[in-house]
């Protein structure tokens, strides 16, 4: 996430796991204090309300999606190895952050619509830096359909609260997200070459 003191860092991952567990509407102000071992109000010397420990928690990690998803590829070599890389990239946010995923899926209508806005939009260029960068890997793929591909992987991705998570579960995921990028073709391997021959 983006900086924060340590105190309302601490806030923040709290507040995330008692959301993902009882919702933001039944987690109070005096139980994330409980979490994070002060009293309720001391809550207030870092977040006026809990709506803006919600606004800072959904905010600041799409930021962070979008931020290191355009790191991550523009350091690839090549659109393959970008592809591939972003692939690696939301695993193991997934496998790490399933609280906030699950957060994000239920809670992000509690936002004030200013801030409901910005983290679609931030959402969106995320997902458009998945469709241009699935486009150079595959130009085949018309961007309509590379935008559905990224649609259902990031859904694939996103089982984690779900499916568990760890480096097992990481694995497969990404060996499933790569299939459902290819649908009807091999993704090419870093090399060029496709991922397997066939034998007769």
């Known amino acids: 996430m983006e900086f924060l003191p340590p105190t309302a860092d601490r806030m923040i991952r709290e507040s995330a796991r008692l959301f993902a567990e009882r919702g933001f509407h039944g987690t109070s ?33 799409s930021r962070q999606l979008l931020e290191d998803g355009r ?57 458009e830096l998945w469709v241009s960068v699935l486009s150079q890997a595959m130009p085949s793929l018309s961007r309509d359909i590379a935008r559905v591909r990224a649609h259902a992987t990031f859904g694939l991705l996103n089982s984690t609260p779900h499916s568990g998570s760890g480096p097992v579960v990481k694995g497969e995921l990404m060996k499933m997200a790569e299939r459902a990028l290819e649908a009807d073709a091999c993704l090419a391997a870093p090399s060029g070459k496709g991922a397997t021959e066939k034998t007769p």
Do not use: W
């Open 71 to 127: 790191r991550v590829a523009s350091d690839a070599r090549s659109p393959e190895h970008a592809l591939k890389a972003l692939i690696e990239f939301h695993a193991s946010f997934a496998a790490h952050e399933a609280a906030l995923i699950r957060v994000q899926d239920r809670d992000l209508g509690s936002l004030d619509t200013a801030d409901r806005r910005t983290v679609r939009r931030l959402q969106r260029e995320y997902l």
């Open 29 to 61: 102000i005096d139980e994330i204090g409980a979490a994070c071992g002060m009293t309720g109000p001391a809550i207030y010397k870092h977040f006026p309300n809990k709506k803006a420990i919600l606004s800072t928690m959904l905010l600041d990690i």
